[in-house]
């Protein structure tokens, strides 16, 4: 069984950088794509980003395109988001996840396993 744990998130003004990260158990890590999503209260789980298994093609939400980067360290099964340019509307809890696959996808129903999240506030 792959379990994801969260961390790094928390409180940060407009225009602050956190940096989230994501480690997974399991030795097949590097054989799979990974997704970081966020959903607000009240809004569904939408997408942020994925990076491919190897981590060389990265893909993003046009709402956190040149304000996110996520990257991977396979040696360490974890995955990373650093988030620059905080804004209020980025506020919700980020769950990464681990796809179905090794190419990057951005439909939840392409990832098998997620973690359990990590809550972000950007305050105005």
């Known amino acids: 069984q792959v379990q994801l744990v969260e961390s790094g998130g928390g409180l940060v003004q407009t225009g602050g950088s956190l940096r989230l990260s994501c480690a997974a158990s399991?030795?097949?890590?590097?054989?799979?794509?990974m997704g970081w999503f966020r959903q607000a209260p009240g809004n569904e789980r939408e997408f942020v980003g994925a990076i491919t298994f190897s981590g060389r093609s990265t893909s993003y939400a046009n709402s956190v395109k040149g304000r996110f980067t996520i990257s991977r360290d396979n040696a360490k099964n974890s995955v990373y988001l650093q988030m620059n340019s905080l804004k209020p509307e980025d506020t919700a809890v980020y769950y990464c996840?681990?796809?179905?696959?090794?190419?990057?996808?951005?439909?939840?129903?392409?990832?098998?396993?997620w973690g359990q999240g990590t809550q972000v506030t950007v305050s105005s």
């Open positions: 399991g030795r097949t890590f590097s054989n799979y794509a």
């Open positions: 996840a681990r796809s179905k696959g090794a190419l990057v996808r951005d439909r939840a129903d392409e990832y098998a396993y």
